[in-house]
Structures are given as C-alpha cells and as structure tokens.
C-alpha cells in the first residue's frame, strides 16, 4: 500500500513563491505518473500538473510558465515550485500517484494566495 504525504503550503502574497512536496511511501511500480491536483471552496477539484517516471510533464493552461513540476525518483518525491502566485491559485493542494491503475490521494495541502 501506498502512503503519500506533502508538505510546504502556507501563506504568500501575491507574486511570491511556495514549493510544495509529495513523499511516497511504500510498495510503488517503477513504472506511474505523479502530479498535482487542487481544490478551491465550491469549485471542482482539477488538475495542475503531472509527470510520468519517463519524464513526460503536462501543466494545466492556467499554471503554464509559472509553475515547475519536478521528481526525484530515487527517492519517490515530487515537488511543484510555484512562482507569481495568485489569489486565485488559493487552494487545497494534493498529490497523486498512479501506478498500474491504481490511485493513490494525499491529504492535501493548503496554499493561500493574499492580495
């Protein structure tokens, strides 16, 4: 079983920077695609960012040439820097694997952008 757990949320104004990280724990398949995915209140979950164990990356439109979507496979963590914050990149920040079909949530991290 899979375990993953982020860390790196907080507070920034807006046009400051955060680095968030995603550790795996447990029993992964060399083979699956980590990324990014959040939620803001009343709005659907969606996706920011993934990128595969092959280094295939895919930003969503709203983050491209802002956010940074990064892995260290030796030691199954995945980070996303995000740069020129938002308010509206406020949000529950969460991490996902996938590996042979399987999915696998973290348990989110917030980011809240000021004003």
């Known amino acids: 079983q899979v375990q993953l757990v982020e860390s790196g949320g907080g507070l920034v104004q807006a046009g400051g920077s955060l680095r968030l990280s995603c550790a795996a724990f447990g029993s992964i398949f060399s083979s699956n695609t980590m990324g990014w995915y959040r939620q803001a209140p009343g709005k659907q979950r969606e996706l920011v960012a993934y990128r595969t164990s092959g280094g295939f990356t895919h930003y969503a439109d709203s983050v491209k040439g802002r956010f940074t979507i990064s892995r260290d496979n030796a030691k199954n963590t995945m980070y996303l820097q995000m740069n020129s914050l938002k308010p509206e990149d406020t949000a529950v920040y969460l991490c996902?694997?996938?590996?042979?079909?399987?999915?696998?949530w973290g348990q989110g991290t917030q980011v809240t952008v000021s004003s």
């Open positions: 996902n694997l996938v590996a042979n079909s399987v999915y696998t």
